[in-house]
């Protein structure tokens, strides 16, 4: 939540933890270089979807 996937080093954590099995979910308005390495992504704006999810 909350980055392009593009400025390090936060632009590999998801790369790094998807290598090692962990889950990865990407909440964007975008496809981001994250996007193929993520387990789930939902595509809208964070602030509206995130209290959604939390409510699951």
């Known amino acids: 939540i909350g980055t392009s996937a593009v400025v390090y080093p936060a632009a590999g954590y998801a790369v790094k ?4 099995g962990v889950p990865v979910v990407e909440v ?10 993520s387990t789930f992504h939902f595509k809208g704006p964070a602030g509206e979807l995130v209290p959604k999810m939390l409510l699951l």
């Open 17 to 20: 933890q998807s290598a090692r």
């Open 28 to 37: 964007n308005i975008e496809e981001t270089p994250s996007t193929g390495v």
